[in-house]
């Protein structure tokens, strides 16, 4: 691929730093739609017209009192969370790291207080709602301080911040060298000051850019206040950017990637699924309040208008027909109508399910057979797996700027999520063959515990150089090959206790080609080392 980079022009100290990308103006019209399915009922009866529209010559008050009376089935939410859940089952791991600093540093990622682990599941459940999420690594400023010691005794040191797809306006790549890098991103913020015991709110746009052939660049920092309408930005300052070959600045995209930081989000059609679920439910209860309860009629009866005012139905109460053949009656709708409506929830209910990448659907509105819910399963599964490799790749570029801004070369560090989603007794089954081709001597004790691992039956603080440390002391100790005796293999039986040892209890060379003291072992016949115990 052609190199396209373009000359460096820094961002000027003057305009409207708060204008929308095209890509930003895009994103931000979904993520707008899907934050608002996400929330639920209260933020669905907050767009009223939007998501509910209201019917030619119907009143105010009475769509108010259908919009009141309307609750959403949020699918959208239990979709994204149980996908999100998937990855982080168990905690997160940063391998091949040699670095205490690093160590530290994931049990405090944003200085905030926060693991990696759990930084990093709200950056992956943001990404899985809006169809991205921003990682931007940052450093607190250390102009002021003389040396690298002084700097480490402050406790300055890199951090991570999370920033989803509403707080970034801008943000551009390039092709520099025919590798991918950020050059420019504007990042939105807010600030709050006192005036008293009043609050003044001041809008805030930091704009970060670099000069790839520099490796250097500027951080902008740009206020206006909140109540000015989206317009009179001021330039507060400008601090240099250096050492940087690019923007510290990683994306996680989960859906259809359509051009930089532009994706069509993987649950966009469950949310609009879900808005029609909102429309259908709220008119089928319209329907249900209007027509499932009996009404009263009558038929050549005269009523006084007197006592027409009077009139109620209820207990202790007579109706009377003054005239002979007048008659009193309940008028009740067949309910065709409302068993359409109920059938039309079922079908849109079982198709947020499917959307919702729930392999379960065998519930109590249809039987699915086992091979038709494995098929799913499989879909589910690559689906979700596909985005936690993402999502390791995306840490492991966010801990590298990490290393970038204290001088470390963190790229061997990588970063390890749960990609095993089949369920317990499967992985035992698969474990059980593992275990058979170790015995065989088909596979290396570390491949096996690797296994064993990555299907998630061990704990999170199982260490496998650790393990494999003891386990060779073990070997060690218990091999008979000191002193010139024959190697065997280790076993936790007592020799006096295997079958046939009394009849082989007298040895039948005592004395070893080394002139050892020590006797040579003496297997039962037929038996070429000591007989297997696990």
């Not at 970038?404 to 089949?422: C, I």
């Not at 494999?468 to 218990?478: E, I, Q, T």
């Not at 082989?504 to 080609?513: D, E, L, S, V, Y």
Request: proline residues 6%; aromatic residues 8%; glycine residues 6%.
């Amino acid at each position: 691929m052609a190199d396209t980079t373009a000359n460096y022009v820094p961002s000027p100290q003057a305009g409207n730093p708060g204008l929308l990308s095209a890509a930003a103006t895009t994103m931000q019209n979904r993520t707008a739609m899907l934050r608002a399915v996400y929330g639920g009922t209260e933020t669905m009866r907050a767009k009223d017209k939007t998501f509910l529209p209201q019917y030619e010559k119907e009143s105010d008050a009475r769509y108010n009192t259908r919009l009141a009376s309307t609750f959403a089935l949020n699918k959208l939410r239990e979709a994204v969370d149980a996908a999100s859940a998937k990855p982080f089952r168990t905690l997160l791991r940063v391998l091949n790291n040699t670095d205490p600093d690093v160590d530290l540093w994931t049990q405090d990622i944003d200085l905030q207080g926060t693991h990696l682990h759990v930084f990093a599941h709200q950056f992956f459940n943001n990404a899985m709602l809006d169809g991205m999420c921003h990682i931007l690594v940052d450093h607190p400023d250390t102009y002021n301080l003389p040396n690298l010691a002084a700097q480490k005794a402050s406790g300055a040191r890199p951090f991570m911040k999370l920033f989803k797809v509403d707080d970034v306006a801008a943000a551009y790549d390039q092709y520099v060298g025919g590798d991918t890098k950020t050059v420019h991103v504007r990042i939105r913020g807010q600030r709050a000051a006192r005036d008293g015991f009043k609050e003044v709110l001041y809008n805030q746009m930091r704009v970060i850019e670099i000069d790839p052939s520099k490796t250097s660049g500027i951080v902008q920092l740009w206020e206006q206040k909140a109540t000015s309408g989206g317009s009179n930005w001021d330039f507060i300052g400008e601090t240099p950017l250096n050492n940087m070959a690019e923007v510290p600045f990683a994306t996680l995209y989960a859906g259809e990637k359509e051009a930089d930081y532009q994706v069509r989000p993987v649950f966009i059609d469950l949310a609009y699924k879900q808005i029609e679920h909102w429309i259908s439910s709220s008119d089928q209860r319209s329907i249900l309040s209007a027509a499932r309860f009996p009404m009263l009629a009558c038929s050549g009866v005269q009523i006084d208008p007197e006592d027409e005012k009077q009139f109620a139905i209820g207990p202790y109460k007579v109706l009377y027909a003054p005239e002979a053949n007048g008659r009193w009656y309940f008028v009740e709708p067949k309910g065709t109508a409302i068993e359409s409506g109920a059938k039309d929830l079922d079908k849109l209910e079982m198709q947020m399910d499917m959307m919702a990448l729930n392999p379960v659907t065998g519930t109590h509105r249809q039987y699915v057979p086992q091979n038709e819910r494995d098929i799913q399963e499989t879909r589910v599964h690559s689906v979700v797996h596909d985005m936690a490799i993402n999502c390791q790749d995306t840490i492991e570029k966010a801990l590298r700027f990490m290393g970038q801004w204290t001088g470390k070369d963190l790229s061997m560090v990588t970063a390890l999520l749960n990609t095993e989603f089949s369920n317990t007794k499967d992985r035992l089954l698969e474990v059980a063959q593992l275990v058979k081709m170790w015995e065989e001597r088909g596979l290396s004790r570390e491949v096996l515990l690797t296994e064993v691992r990555n299907r998630n039956l061990l704990g999170d603080d199982f260490n496998l150089q650790d393990e494999l440390a003891f386990w060779k002391a073990v070997d060690d100790a218990n091999m008979l090959a000191a002193d010139g005796m024959l190697p065997g293999r280790w076993t936790q039986a007592d020799p006096a206790k295997e079958p046939g040892a009394a009849a082989a209890a007298a040895p039948a060379n005592t004395t070893p080609a080394s002139g050892s003291k020590q006797p040579l072992p003496n297997f039962p016949p037929g038996q070429l080392r000591p007989k297997k115990q696990i």
